[in-house]
């Protein structure tokens, strides 16, 4: 096996700095590509809380003016991670969240903040560092979107590139004037180039000049191509369908694994899942649901968002009254829906449990606590929350789409007839049909030994990283043998 070497791009990374399951795959995938043969190096922003982590890291890069100001490349290893660090405190040193001001808005200079991860990211590509040349650069979503864009305006050998969109919906929109202040040539605004819309799109530089793109499981690299998923991309995609591919993400089993999780209330696996009892006890105590041994317990860990299928959440709650169920949520998002969420607690005392926010101790004990999780997503490109309940036991609910889709098997009469059933699929996703989903998860629910089947089946499902590694890794070694 011919060893590799990539440099992975990204704004955040698990356990370092994180918003959202970009920073669990970015954290997760090194390790499984290293037994593939792939060595990977991840530069990331050098945020206060990664500085703060990573120490006294030693330079091996420098650059004087960087976007307005000092940068040092800082060089790091940690938890096993082989980490570059874009130290470049103008851009950087803020306060808590990496794209977010105190006022909730984007900072508005992300353009350049992010501008500057790419242009650093392409130059270490091109040979910036002492002794280190990747065969492969890997950018993901639109923070490190203009990486492939400056390496394909470089005039000489450069590494092959690969664009991963972990959320379309995000397209990384600027004004077309910022295109000379981000060191784009003036051809480059154009149809095919970043210009979208009138504006600049960091994704969009990503999306037309990478040499492959691949987005996070089969169904959503199909469904992106169709106008009405596809974010005004779709005839793009459509064009560079030859490069585009969906590779499903997997989780980290070293830390979701209910056997040995110290964050839950009693450990448990496929064949002792009566200790899930315990779970579901800490759980109802931890959001002060009544400790009611025949009602099914929904938990939802999600942002609160239109996107999440939320609002419709709130629209069955209702149903979930009528059932005799409970609902555990954690979470944060849109104002309106948090409140909604706020209100329903309020008034259901007992059976509506909320937590705005995030907590990593909770999610972890309403995976393993929660009888079904809900995913009743709009869309999802393709969403981890519903792996690990299927490695905890927990069975999941959710729309049949993106990666939902491809990693839930519904419990039709026919997947029940086979024993190879994992969950629900509701489609089309409308509060409608997620009324019948809840109603036919309380079904399954009261027949205790088919609901054991759907339980065990999840758990025995592989959600680890190897076989999504093994693809990558092919992959890449296919565009290095398509480059040479």
Known sequence: MT???????????FPLIKTGGLADVIGALPGALAREGVTVRTLIPGYPQVLDAIGGARAVHTN????????????????????????????????????????????????????ALARVAADIG????????????????WQAGLTPAYLHYHEGARPGTVMTVHNLAFPGKVPR????????????????????????????????FADRITTVSPSYAAEIRTEEAGMGFAGLLRARADVLSGILNGIDTGIWDPAVDKLIAEPFGRTTLAKRAANKAALRA????TQDPAAPL???VSRLSWQKGMD??????????????????????EADIEAGFRTEAAQ?????????GYNEALAHLMQAGADALLVPSRFEPCGLTQLCALRYGAVPVVARVGGLADTVIDANAAALATGVATGVQFAPVSAEMLDVALRRTVALYREPTVWRQLQTNGMAADVSWRGPARQYAALYRGLVEARA
């Open 3 to 13: 060893p590799l070497g990539v440099l992975s791009v990204a704004s955040e990374m």
């Open 64 to 115: 004087p003016d960087l976007f307005g100001g000092p940068g040092r490349v800082l060089a790091a290893q940690i938890e096993g991670l082989d980490l570059l660090v874009l130290d470049a405190p103008h851009l950087y040193e803020r306060p808590v969240n990496p794209y977010l001001g105190p006022d909730g808005k984007d900072w508005p200079d992300n353009a350049v903040r992010f501008a």
């Open 126 to 141: 091109l040979g910036a560092l002492e002794g280190y040349r990747p065969d492969v650069v890997h950018a993901h979503d």
């Open 177 to 208: 004037e910022l295109l000379a202040r981000l060191g784009l040539p003036p051809r480059s605004y154009a149809v095919d180039g970043v210009e979208f819309h009138g504006t600049i799109s960091l994704l969009k530089a990503g999306l037309q």
């Open 286 to 289: 931890w959001m002060g649901l």
């Open 298 to 300: 929904f938990g939802v």
């Open 312 to 333: 419709m959440l709130l629209a069955c709650l209702p149903v979930l009254r009528v059932l005799g169920a409970q609902l555990a949520l954690v979470g944060a998002g």
């Open 348 to 356: 259901a005392p007992g059976r509506i449990g909320c937590v705005i």
